[in-house]
């Protein structure tokens, strides 16, 4: 069982940062593909951008790329999402979640392949 806390939401400006902070519980961290996931009200939750269990494999959905950057400190049992030159369309719930059935170098992308998620935080950016 792996306990997933995300931190690091807020209100910011159109073209400010925010960056999202995933903990996770247990010792296998590095063995988890860790995504993060949003969800706009009354929209489905979406993909936004995942890292393997290989720090440098990472995959990210069309609209964010150039923008926000995943990475991980297996350490540091964390994941983070850098999220810059934010827009009014990036509000939503940002979720954190791990999924440990993949290959050390594969990214999931589907909400289904993941096992675990975090109970999410807010972003909301104005415009």
């Known amino acids: 069982q792996v306990q997933l806390v995300e931190s690091g939401g807020g209100l910011v400006q159109a073209g400010g940062s925010l960056r999202l902070s995933c903990a996770a519980s247990?010792?296998?961290?590095?063995?988890?593909?860790m995504g993060w996931f949003r969800q706009a009200p009354g929209k489905e939750r979406e993909f936004v951008a995942a890292?393997?269990?290989?720090?440098?494999?990472?995959y990210y959905t069309d609209s964010v790329k150039g923008r926000f950057t995943i990475s991980r400190d297996n350490a540091k049992n964390t994941v983070y999402l850098q999220m810059n030159s934010l827009k009014p369309e990036d509000t939503a719930v940002y979720y954190c979640?791990?999924?440990?059935?993949?290959?050390?170098?594969?990214?999931?992308?589907?909400?289904?392949?993941?096992?675990?998620w975090g109970q999410g935080t807010q972003v909301t950016v104005s415009s």
């Open positions: 890292i393997a269990q290989s720090a440098g494999t990472t």
């Open positions: 247990g010792r296998t961290f590095g063995r988890y593909c």
């Open positions: 979640a791990a999924d440990d059935s993949g290959s050390y170098y594969y990214t999931a992308s589907d909400t289904g392949e993941y096992d675990y």
